[in-house]
């Protein structure tokens, strides 16, 4: 890359980062817009922007109780970190290496990640209760003691994920791939397993009533 190319990427994307700051969100939706077309224009420095998407998410979520989610059902997720979550989710893959998306801890209940790219992404502990994950790439994704209560992962791909004592309480898992996935003591009550792949999944003590 030029010097001067590198340069005013650099300037760019400082920019960036002061806006995802701003507290108009005005401001902080242009900056994810913005980011996402360097992560395009700059393939090299594709994972470096990813990741600033990812601490943003990471920075402004935080996480609740299964206790929360069920006293307050109207909560939704905030339209700037929807949209940082769009931009993760329908990232150039190819760009990752070997990295691994972090978004552990966070509170994405709600969230809209239909067809989403999530493969090999940490969500341990993650709130995603009530979120749309519907064709949604979860392959090897980590989901331990996540919270998916009612959320809708139709034909999602779940295998090889672990989702070791996961709440998929009324979760709606129809014709999800669970091929090889972890359920070991994962709360199934009420879930929706009509057509799903189940074969060489891990179902011990896994709670269903």
Request: aromatic share 4%; hydrophobic share 40%; with cysteine.
């Amino acid at each position: 890359m030029p010097n001067t190319s590198h340069k005013a990427l650099k300037q760019c994307l400082r920019l960036a980062i002061e806006d995802l700051n701003n507290p108009k969100i005005d401001n902080r939706l242009a900056a994810i817009y913005d980011l996402e077309l360097l992560a395009r224009d700059y393939p090299e420095h594709h994972w470096k922007i990813m990741e600033i998407l990812t601490n943003f998410v990471r920075n402004h979520t935080l996480s609740v109780s299964q206790e929360e989610v069920k006293s307050q059902p109207s909560i939704t997720i905030c339209t700037d970190i929807q949209l940082a979550l769009t931009v993760l989710g329908r990232r150039d893959v190819r760009q990752d290496m070997e990295e691994q998306l972090d978004l552990s801890h966070t509170n994405l209940g709600k969230a809209n990640l239909n067809q989403a790219n999530l493969e090999l992404a940490n969500l341990y502990q993650v709130n995603l209760s009530g979120a749309n994950l519907s064709g949604a790439n979860l392959s090897g994704a980590i989901l331990s003691a996540a919270n998916l209560f009612e959320a809708n992962l139709s034909g999602a791909n779940l295998s090889g994920a672990i989702l070791s004592a996961a709440n998929l309480s009324g979760a709606n898992l129809c014709g999800a791939n669970l091929h090889r996935a972890s359920l070991y003591l994962t709360n199934l009550h009420q879930a929706n397993l009509n057509d799903a792949i189940l074969d060489g999944a891990n179902l011990r003590e896994a709670k269903f009533s």
